[in-house]
């Protein structure tokens, strides 16, 4: 079966510090991928998604950047985190090869930038 | 949002009571799904109704689609207080956009 792993849960980073979130997916092969920030209380803001290695494409300008090294490893970073960086990030994907079907997401990492 | 809005924004009823959950979106589709979140958890997804279909039965579940309006509703019936949490409309494609959230309240 498929799964889908993020981590860390919780994470408190200083301003100007950099980030790393991981997530990766298992038991299937050339999946999209998706990372989402949802600030408290608000709904999910499409960031980054990617149809395979290598392929990113940004939604919104923003301090963040990700990379998919790996078919199902996908990364979002940053070099020097903002305040406004807070937030409850998830990582999601989808069978690409199957026509309607849903979205799997992770458990989220809560970012506290102090 | 990026695709579309729920209404309304929040949602108290009683248990036992139905919920209905509004959701209109911006562009065509292929599909229309609804997901729910607990309170500080990723999603899961609830039902997915096909740009074709008009009407969707899952369980307690209800969903109908619009396409002419580009709406959505959800409808839980015979609510439970495990049913409290956010529920978010999402238009399936390669960029799965979600819209606002509407935040459920079942009072036992």
């Known amino acids: 079966s498929q799964t889908i792993h993020q981590w860390p849960a919780t994470l408190v980073q200083p301003v100007g510090s950099p980030l790393s979130l991981e997530c990766t997916v298992e038991?299937?092969?050339?999946?999209?991928l998706y990372w989402y920030r949802q600030a408290a209380g608000r709904g999910l803001q499409l960031l980054f998604y990617?149809?395979?290695?290598?392929?990113i494409s940004s939604e919104v300008p923003q301090n963040l950047s990700a990379s998919r090294p790996q078919d199902r490893q996908f990364i979002l970073s940053s070099k020097k985190l903002l305040l406004s960086d807070s937030g409850f990030y998830l990582c999601?994907?989808?069978?690409?090869?199957?026509?309607?079907?849903?979205?799997?997401f992770g458990q989220g990492t809560r970012l506290t930038v102090v | 949002s990026q695709q579309g809005e729920e209404d309304p924004q929040a949602l108290s009823i009683q248990e036992g009571e139905n919920a209905t959950m509004n959701c209109s979106y911006k562009?065509?589709?292929?599909?229309l799904q609804w997901y729910r979140q607990n309170s500080g958890r990723g999603l899961v997804h609830l039902i997915l109704?096909?740009?074709?279909?008009r009407e969707k039965h899952s369980g307690r579940l209800r969903v109908t689609l619009d396409t002419s309006k580009k709406s959505s509703s959800l409808l839980i019936t015979a609510s439970r207080a495990a049913d409290t949490a956010s529920y978010f409309c999402?238009?399936?494609?390669?960029?799965?956009?979600f819209g606002t959230g509407t935040s459920l309240t079942v009072i036992p």
């Open positions: 999601a994907w989808v069978d690409r090869q199957v026509m309607n079907t849903e979205a799997f």
């Open positions: 038991g299937t092969s050339n999946p999209n």
């Open positions: 990617s149809v395979g290695i290598g392929q």
């Open positions: 562009t065509s589709i292929n599909n």
């Open positions: 109704i096909r740009s074709n279909e």
């Open positions: 999402a238009r399936g494609g390669n960029q799965f956009y």
